[in-house]
């Protein structure tokens, strides 16, 4: 059997709107000023503490560390009002994930560091969450990605082995978890990171989802 894992925000989901607009939300109830769109992209990927941390540091003071987790639940709470307002699947998503699961019978998972309770409604709310036999949010192990045991975890939920794995990711965090969990990977080039996908440790680098079963046999020498 052979599995795909893949990371959410950023590469099966664009939902840096809506983490944008929660963000936002939370700065200016603290009489800090909006961020713009571009620039909150580019802060996401390391969980939402990082992602809440960035924002106030990058508006003036940094949080101290007593206030974090008040701003961190402030924000979740934001963000749970509004979790697929405007986040969407990338363009192809579906037709992958329906090829590879009901065509192809790959077995699935997601392993993300966005909180498991969030993962788990929006995979619900945009009808994805059928197509998943394992979901890890970042708290649902003890560490996270880039740490490479978040994604070994996956591979063991999904009942698989190394070698018939490959993850799928948009991040320097996807990158170096796969790497260093001795699993093959493919990156996308629209995700969210600051480094060009291309210079990142990945296998593969797609541009569009259609790309994607063409590159995942290549590498499984399917």
Not at 30 to 41: P, S, Y
Not at 54 to 75: C, S, W
Not at 135 to 160: I, W
Not at 194 to 219: F, G, K, Q, T
Request: proline share 6%.
């Amino acid at each position: 059997m052979k599995a795909v894992i893949f990371d959410l925000d950023g590469t099966l989901v664009d939902s840096a709107p809506d983490l944008c607009g929660a963000l936002n939300r939370l700065l200016e109830r603290e009489g800090r000023q909006r961020l713009d769109l571009g620039v909150v992209r580019g802060m996401i990927g390391d969980g939402v503490q990082k992602l809440v941390e960035r924002g106030f540091a990058e508006t003036g003071a940094p949080l101290d560390d007593d206030a974090t987790p008040t701003m961190v639940d402030g924000f979740m709470d934001l963000y749970e009002e509004m979790l697929t307002d405007e986040t969407v699947p990338f363009p192809g998503v579906v037709a992958v994930l329906d090829g590879l699961k009901a065509n192809r019978h790959f077995v699935l998972g997601v392993c993300t560091n966005k909180p498991q309770s969030a993962t788990i409604k929006i995979l619900a709310e945009l009808n994805l969450a059928h197509y998943f036999s394992a979901v890890l949010g970042g708290d649902a192990c003890s560490v996270r990605k880039p740490d490479p045991g978040h994604v070994l975890a996956t591979v063991e939920a999904l009942g698989v082995t190394a070698e018939q794995v490959v993850v799928v990711g948009d991040s320097p965090n996807d990158a170096y978890a796969a790497r260093d969990a001795g699993l093959r990977s493919v990156l996308v080039s629209f995700g969210y990171t600051s480094i060009p996908p291309r210079e990142l440790p990945a296998n593969a680098v797609i541009d569009h989802y259609d790309e994607l079963p063409a590159a995942i046999d290549r590498l499984l020498g399917a």
